[in-house]
């Protein structure tokens, strides 16, 4: 069955670093995400992106975030210069429509020092 | 907003029980869906729910949805040690497609 990819599983950076993260969505699923997950926390939405470009950001998505699809496959989430309270679970998912079901990769645990 | 709120935060049960946790909402939706997530690990959707539904079944699993009451339960028959896991309302608004999560309700099921 296919699955949501998520590459690194875990990355360490220091703070002020840039980090990229990677995504590899399901094939034919056209919409994707971006969620975070603080330890001890609520899930939070960061951004959805449909036809190469953003639908929509939450306020969490500043300036120091942006995301691309630069291959048709790929599906990358950057932050440009990381901050302590960007450490967090992400998690990158997908659905093949707006108002279906959204599919989550296993996340990568970003921890800046 | 508060939107999607578990209860309870926490639930232990023996392994063979049924269990039951509940998820309130505040704004209108398009659906409302379930996940699992083991300690630390990944988000696993287990069933979506559309606001035209009143109840939906897979395998063990049985939801149920009240939208006068803004409300939605998770009811896992016949429980088993691997079901240990948080559980996690998430509700699609109707005015966009971003997923607003719950808080989540922690299941330990005692074998």
Not at chain 2, 10 to 17: F, V, W
Request: aromatic share 10%; net charge negative; glycine share 6%.
């Amino acid at each position: 069955e296919p699955e949501v990819t998520q590459t690194p599983s875990h990355q360490v950076t220091q703070m002020g670093q840039e980090v990229i993260l990677r995504c590899v969505p399901i094939s034919n699923h056209l919409y994707f995400y971006w969620y975070r997950q603080i330890l001890g926390q609520k899930v939070e939405f960061l951004v959805s992106f449909y036809n190469n470009e953003i639908s929509e950001k939450s306020e969490i998505f500043d300036d120091q975030f942006s995301v691309e699809r630069p291959d048709g496959s790929n599906f990358t989430l950057k932050i440009r210069s990381t901050k302590l309270e960007d450490s967090a679970m992400y998690f990158c998912g997908d659905g093949l429509s707006s108002y279906n079901e959204q599919f989550f990769g296993p996340g990568t645990r970003l921890t800046v020092l | 907003s508060q939107q999607g709120e578990e209860d309870p935060q926490a639930l232990s049960i023996q392994e063979g029980e049924n269990a039951t946790m509940n998820c309130s909402y505040k704004t209108s939706i398009n659906n409302l869906q379930w996940y699992r997530q083991n300690s630390g690990r990944g988000l696993v959707h287990l069933i979506l729910i559309r606001s035209n539904e009143r109840e939906k079944h897979s395998g063990r699993l049985r939801v149920t949805l009240d939208t006068s009451k803004k409300s939605s339960s998770l009811l896992i028959t016949a429980s088993r040690a691997a079901d240990t896991a948080s559980y996690f309302c998430a509700t699609v608004p109707d005015s966009n497609y971003q997923l607003i999560w719950g808080a989540g309700t922690k299941l330990i099921i005692k074998p």
